[in-house]
């Protein structure tokens, strides 16, 4: 009989410590969720870009997607993004808008896009790519236990190369040159002409021949180019010539010269030869 006294009282006291246990909260557990970047392919967390097929822009935004693994909760928790400054060659306010100091997952949500604003204003980037890389921070909302997830990188540049369409159409545009795909781009409107080497491709042809009336009507006469496309700027220079750029990148400049021999203007490409 004595024992089954001291059962009932043991199960009793247990009973009551699990009760008062539900009753205090400082007794519950309270983990951080895990924030990681989720990029399309999880086997890279690089991005590339190419500001070349878009001359007149002169920065565009890149997003990163950011998601939490956990609960999705009733309020905003905040999160840290940080520059890499030991690999990133992108200078800030020159390549890229900084990070702000903190992002915010909404609420009821587990993923987020954020912004991040890079400008195409150096000429560095006709030649080169810059690059960007970044980490996730830890926070008081959240944890960063994925270090494969945590990293990522914008790698970018303005730099063009020759195209596969462009021999089926030199008779036309030349020998290629970067300083010429560029101005074409600009005049012509169109980013390609059509590859020839496909069966279907002369349907294209009279589309292409507008496409290109227009680039040498450019070469033609810039002047009168200009007067109707006012976000670009031909500006003289001491020495007779002019200095061809988009008002919003003024450092980005291509020459106008003055030629004697077809007593004309033309533009001179980045090996020092006319473009006609």
Known sequence: MKNIIILLSLSLAIISGL????????????SLDNIYFNFADTASSKISYTFAYTPGLTKDTVLIPVKISGKRVSFSRRFQIEVVDSSTTAKPNIHYQP????????????TVNVPVIIYNIDPLLDDSTVVLNFTLKATSDFQINYPDQITGRISFSNRLEQPLWWIYWMGQLGLYSRVKHQL????????????MSKSDAYLQVPKALFHLDMYKSFLADPFKWVQKHTDYILLEKTDGNYDFYLKESPEKVTVLKWDRSSDSYHFIDEKGQLIS
């Open 184 to 195: 074409f781009l600009i005049s012509s409107g169109t980013t390609i002409l059509p590859d």
């Open 99 to 110: 990070f702000a100091a903190e992002y915010e997952m909404p609420t009821d949500s587990g």
């Open 19 to 30: 009760s008062s246990c539900d009753d205090n909260n400082d007794f519950v557990y309270k």
